[in-house]
């Protein structure tokens, strides 16, 4: 197999020796600063899709306004049966979320084949502004989702990675930090995003929130643009190739099995994406959110998941050192699943809640504490699972691999969506405990297999 190098020049390798910005290259504070705007841009949006889509858009007296709704729910319910317009919601959402993680291999194939970073990041970052831009209009929904899943395809990935171009082979301790930084760029946009959208759709109506999502997607834009001659681009060569060797008997038994442990995390995925989905369904439904000052706005639970992102990983490293010490620290399959357990018992907060409300309005305490549970749920079952596929996975498919990964994403929210549309068929009670039930069973299977892939892995 052969593959294209992307070769860097004179003037991408001085960009490494840069540090202006905290110790690190300018280049990495336009990278950041447009994933915040970026995240900010995305989360809001998500935040506010699928109670847009149950309580107006699928609703008589705008769906049928929707450019191409109609070809589109044939062809679904050729193949699920009739959908309400609940059920219709989970699944395009589930569609959505789920190519949004696939696209990013495709715009990742582009970028070192055929245009570059730079210029892929840019038409990435054009697509998305005009599909947030298309989701201020009934019309033009279907239109703004394949806008925002092409473009996101060209940017996420791409993105990324110019953040370790920015630093040479061998500065390791510095590309990590860079990622730590990025990474609080994600993590605040993703917090911010549904609050601010969420508080505008509530106050002033449901296009003005993702209007607000369009203008800060374009000021992502106009801070990638700024920072152009700051960025290295990694253009692929003309008429340079490399060649791969092919994969040993023993490597390709690596793969497998990181197929295998990646195929795991699939059940952990579908219950914690659907606090995003069916979650802010039921909590504007079923959910007590009355208060002194004001309803509290539904979106800004998608907040949540975020801010724990950012809170408990400091407290949750701490705890891994600490049992490293001890020689207690469980290796990457076991914390796949424990993530595993945890999300299940989060889905199991919802319905002890519902439980106890007795038929009135759960108190808010259930879904907070539930979102949180994921959160952590996620802390330890994702991250684990790139490092796995990171350290293990050999050496001349490793970049392919950990891509790869998010392909369990893309399965877990396409899954998610299709699980998502039984909600009003089995009522909250039932839904989420099949919810808890589904998480549990990744981490069934590591309980059961866990030891045998990790040995069979450390081993290979």
Same mark, same amino acid.
């Given at each position: ?9 004179? !003037? ?41 889509? %149950? ?11 929707? +450019? ?22 989970? #699944? ?8 949004? /993680? ?7 194939? $582009? ?11 840019? $038409? ?10 298309? =989701? ?25 990675? #110019? ?13 990590? !930090? ?17 609050? +601010? ?10 296009? *003005? ?7 800060? =997607? ?23 190739? %490399? ?10 038994? %690596? ?19 659907? $606090?995003?989905?069916?979650?802010? %369904? ?15 706005? *539904? ?42 357990? $945890? ?30 549970? =994921?959160?952590?749920?996620?802390? /330890? /079952? ?8 990171? !350290? ?8 392919? =691999? *950990? ?21 009003? !068929? ?17 981490? +069934?299977? *590591? ?14």
């Amino acid at each position: 197999m052969a593959t294209a190098a992307a070769v860097p020049s004179a !003037r991408d390798l001085a960009l490494t020796h840069d540090r202006a910005f905290l110790g690190h290259p300018k280049g990495l504070a336009f990278l950041a600063f447009t994933e915040a705007w970026e995240r900010f841009s995305y989360y809001g949006m998500t935040a506010l899709v699928v109670l847009y889509m %149950v309580q107006q858009l699928l609703l008589p007296g705008h769906v049928e306004h929707v +450019v191409g709704m109609a070809a589109y729910r044939s062809a679904l319910e050729s193949v699920f049966g009739p959908m309400s317009p609940q059920a219709l919601a989970s #699944q395009t959402f589930g569609f959505y979320t789920g190519l949004v /993680y696939f696209t990013p291999l495709v715009g990742g194939w $582009i970028a070192d084949r055929l245009l570059g970073a730079k210029r892929t990041v840019v $038409i990435g970052a054009l697509l998305m502004s005009a599909g947030h831009l298309a =989701m201020a209009f009934d019309q033009s929904f279907l239109i703004a989702l394949i806008l925002l899943i092409t473009g996101s395809g060209c940017l996420k990935g791409n993105i990324a990675a #110019q953040v370790g171009h920015l630093y040479a082979p061998d500065d390791m301790s510095r590309r990590t !930090r860079a990622f730590t930084i990025f990474s609080t760029g994600i993590n605040v946009g993703a917090t911010v995003g549904p609050i +601010v959208c969420g508080l505008l759709a509530q106050l002033y109506g449901w296009h *003005v929130g993702f209007g607000c999502a369009g203008l800060l =997607m374009l000021s992502a834009t106009v801070t990638y643009l700024a920072g152009q001659r700051y960025l290295p681009d990694q253009r692929p060569p003309r008429h340079k190739r %490399v060649t791969v060797e092919p994969l040993s008997p023993a490597e390709r038994r %690596v793969v497998v099995l990181l197929v295998v442990a990646a195929a795991i995390t699939v059940f952990q995925s579908i219950a914690y994406y659907q $606090i995003y989905n069916v979650g802010l %369904v039921w909590i504007d439904a079923h959910v007590d959110l009355a208060t002194p000052i004001g309803r509290i706005p *539904v979106p800004w639970f998608e907040s949540i998941d975020a801010f724990v992102s950012i809170i408990a990983v400091p407290p949750l490293i701490s705890l891994w050192t600490r049992q490293q010490k001890k020689g207690r620290e469980p290796n990457d399959i076991a914390k796949v699943g424990i993530g595993a357990a $945890i999300a299940s018992a989060s889905a199991g907060v919802i319905v002890l809640g519902i439980f106890l409300a007795g038929g009135g309005k759960v108190g808010a305490i259930y879904p907070v504490l539930g979102c949180v549970g =994921m959160g952590i749920a996620f802390l /330890y /079952y994702w991250p684990p699972l790139l490092a796995l596929i990171s !350290r293990t996975a050999p050496a001349g498919i490793n970049a392919t =691999m *950990v891509s790869g990964a998010y392909l369990s994403l893309f399965v877990g929210n396409i899954l998610m969506g299709w699980v998502g549309s039984y909600y009003e !068929r089995m009522g909250p009670a039932a839904f989420w405990l099949m919810d808890a039930l589904i998480a549990a069973t990744g981490a +069934v299977l *590591v309980l059961l297999f866990g030891r045998r892939l990790d040995r069979a892995l450390n081993q290979s």
